[in-house]
């Protein structure tokens, strides 16, 4: 709605592009290691799979009430992969990156992200230690970029991982709203095709695709 502005859409699409939720929940942790870390009960040649911290349910429970509040636990599910292991050109030669999708982190905290950043992080590599004991000592250089960052860095509203939260009433034929779910808007010639519109998320590439067909047909 920023690059269109409100005075040249009808109101009913304001109000609907108004209220779609984007309330980021997640944030990425980045890490420089000066080797290869060990995880406990993992093997070295499963390394290059992905690692997911999150014990059982309870876990995820209790980090989601967190959320919940504006806060966060400080025992945060993390996803968590090593790219250097298969692309050896992210790297010096015998270092590696760790990047770690971190969820729980709510965009809105009572405390600001300016202030809890560094708690978080902290939090992070706390819980890193636990797992692969040592890798504090690997690390050369650690970045964990907010839900805020998302926005302010990369312009997605409210910091959402799939620039809009995936539920029933934002899925499929409602994505991002009614009206505008295949890929067209009010305005013409402007199509949609990133991660708010269906089939959304990630970077999967798909949202464009489609929009890219939707074009050809209409001018088929």
Known sequence: MCLVGPKHLESHYVHKISNIRMRGNT???HLALSGLPKFKGVDKEDLGNRIINA????YLELAHDFTKYGEYSDQLPMEIIIPSIHDKTLAPKGHHVLSAIVNNTAYHL???WEQSKP???ENCLN???EMAPGIRKLILHAELLSPKDFENEYGITGGHWHQGELTFDQFLMLRPIP???QYTSPIESL???GAGSHPGGGLMGLAGRNAANEILSRES
């Open 179 to 181: 009206g505008m779910a």
């Open 127 to 129: 819980q890193l230690e």
């Open 191 to 193: 199509y949609l095709c």
């Open 119 to 121: 708690v978080v992080l």
């Open 27 to 29: 944030s990425k942790l």
């Open 110 to 112: 009572k405390d600001g």
């Open 55 to 58: 014990p059982n349910m309870k």
